[in-house]
């Protein structure tokens, strides 16, 4: 009799506590949506090497395959991220209300050491406007702007890119576009865009 007691308690406290913390099988928040940009030349070569760079460390996790990062030095570049249209802040409240949040929009720029070109990430990681839905068919616009005088003269260029809240970090994108045209997505986050002569 006893022992029927103990195990009706231990069932009772078993479901308790279950009933207490949700499950919650959802993704990690999807906050991180940078891309990578590729500037090729007409000869094949790394357009961006025009701008005057230099290393300011190298990761050496794997020695063969290094990865190296570089900063521009005097280029005069701008860059910003918006989303459906209004642009990310580096810290907002979420409904006006609460503890600042921090998003963070900058250029890095990196090369592995079996590359050839060094790739350009136009990082953008933020919960902005994208913090209440990350699981439907809703779609989202990031519109990455920036200036690279060498490459592009003074004009600000745009990378578009058009993916659904449920797929938010995951590099799936259904619709991407340069200064108005459509380019391939089929490499993930990064891409290569053609530098002709100026």
Not at 27 to 42: A, H, T
Not at 96 to 105: D, F, L, M, N, R
Not at 114 to 142: A, C, G, P, Q
């Amino acid at each position: 009799m006893r022992i029927v007691i103990i195990i009706v308690i231990m069932i009772g406290l078993s479901s308790c506590s279950k009933s207490q913390v949700p499950e919650d099988n959802s993704r990690p928040f999807p906050r991180d949506n940078s891309v990578g940009l590729r500037f090729i030349n007409e000869a094949g070569d790394d357009a961006s090497d025009i701008i005057k760079m230099k290393l300011t460390g190298t990761n050496t996790t794997f020695p063969d395959n290094s990865l190296e990062y570089y900063e521009m030095v005097s280029e005069n570049y701008s860059y910003h991220c918006f989303i459906d249209g209004n642009e990310v802040p580096l810290t907002f409240k979420i409904n006006g209300e609460g503890t600042p949040i921090e998003s963070i929009v900058k250029v890095e720029i990196s090369k592995r050491k079996t590359e050839k070109y060094k790739t350009f990430w136009l990082v953008v990681n933020s919960v902005y406007i994208i913090h209440n839905d990350i699981n439907s068919d809703r779609l989202y616009e990031f519109d990455y702007r920036f200036r690279l005088p060498s490459l592009f003269g003074e004009q600000e260029n745009s990378l578009k890119v058009v993916t659904k809240a449920k797929n938010l970090g995951k590099k799936i994108y259904e619709k991407v576009s340069f200064n108005g045209e459509e380019i391939s997505h089929d490499n993930g986050n990064t891409f290569d865009i053609a530098i002709s002569k100026m």
